[in-house]
Nanobody, 120 residues
């Protein structure tokens, strides 16, 4: 079955950087056929989409991270990345990788999440 495994979270000071990775396995055709996304969630709040990248490479970001975060994908490694720069305390959350597979329109697969904590 499809598995998504995130890594790269941790504790960082405000203004610092982190790079999250998400490795997918169990996908016959690879992530080439999937739209991929990074979401985040804090206690008591709904999970929110941070950034996504389509099969064609089109990227979308939520306004609060534009200019600071960059999502990218390496289909040869079945890996998606989230480069996070100029981190702020409000970026503190559990970050989840997700995949949208055919037929598209729903985030079908989720990773277990990785904690990102930004201290002020």
């Amino acid at each position: 079955q499809v598995q998504l495994v995130e890594s790269g979270g941790g504790l960082v000071q405000a203004g610092g950087s982190l790079r999250l990775s998400c490795v997918a396995s169990g996908i016959i055709w690879g992530i080439n056929v999937m739209d991929m996304g990074w979401h985040r969630q804090t206690p008591g709040k709904q999970r929110e989409l941070v950034a996504s990248v389509t099969r064609a490479g089109t990227t979308v970001y939520r306004d609060s991270v534009k200019g600071r975060f960059t999502i990218s994908r390496d289909n040869t490694k079945n890996t998606v990345y989230l480069q996070m720069n100029s981190l702020k305390p409000e970026d503190t959350a559990v970050y989840f990788c997700a995949a949208d597979s055919p037929p598209y329109g729903t985030w079908n697969y989720w990773g277990q999440g990785t904690q990102v904590t930004v201290s002020s």
